[in-house]
């Protein structure tokens, strides 16, 4: 019974959190757009004309050739740029970093509506940038000793069931023994009263044998 109680008086587990979406969402989608701006801006630089003042020789003798040019120039770096860009956004997961991002700013704003429209207080966030650094160092190692704890806190459950069952065959093998002496003891307790009894009688026989000898040396 106090088992099911404490049991009913613990609180539900939370609910997972939803999946991670692998599609560019709002923050995701304003960086790839930063990005593209930036990439368009820089290659308006090198306009013709700036090409072209690079170059002043080939561009008064073959001034459609200097184009070509420097539109495959232009087009090779775009093509690099991008392949780096995309690489660099797979291998450091940003797409699903800033999703899950957008997800957490979801959940809080939900969460301060509920509890507006509930009443309740709601406190102001505290800038991370303004907390010492003791508190932010614990918040990054807290999930850590929280797991530790679990894992330390089930290997010490076990060790005292097997600890338990330990002492159980220890018990039950004591009494086995002292059962085991006290039979001993009794087996050996009869042996000495048997051999006290032979003794005696043996003696008396002997005493007998003893006086008919004599009664016949005096014949």
């Given amino acids: 019974m ?96 800033l999703n899950s991002l957008d997800q957490s700013i979801e959940d809080a704003r939900l969460r301060k509506k509920r509890a507006e429209a509930n009443g309740g207080p709601v406190e102001t966030p505290v800038p991370p940038h303004t907390l010492p650094p003791a508190e ?10 929280e797991t530790q704890a679990a894992e330390m806190n089930t290997r010490l459950a076990d060790t005292q069931q097997a600890n338990t069952q330990l002492l159980s065959t220890v018990t039950s093998q004591r009494a086995e023994i002292e059962a085991l002496v006290h039979g001993l003891e009794n087996v050996i307790r009869d042996l000495e009263m048997s051999a006290q009894m032979m003794g005696q009688e043996d003696v008396q026989s002997l005493s007998k044998e003893m006086r008919e000898f004599e009664k016949e040396m005096k014949k």
């Fill in 2 to 97: 106090p088992a099911a109680t404490e049991a009913e008086s613990r609180s539900p587990s939370p609910a997972p959190p939803p999946p991670i979406a692998d599609t560019p969402g709002p923050r995701a989608q304003g960086l790839i757009r930063i990005y593209n701006q930036a990439v368009e801006a820089t290659l308006k630089k090198c306009s013709t004309a700036n090409f072209a003042s690079c170059f002043p020789t080939a561009a008064e003798q073959a001034p459609e050739v200097l184009e070509s040019l420097r539109s495959q120039v232009l087009n090779q770096l775009q093509r690099t740029w991008k392949l780096n860009f995309d690489e660099v956004m797979a291998k450091r997961n940003v797409v699903q970093l």
């Fill in 136 to 145: 932010i160092h614990l918040a990054h190692l807290m999930p850590f000793l």
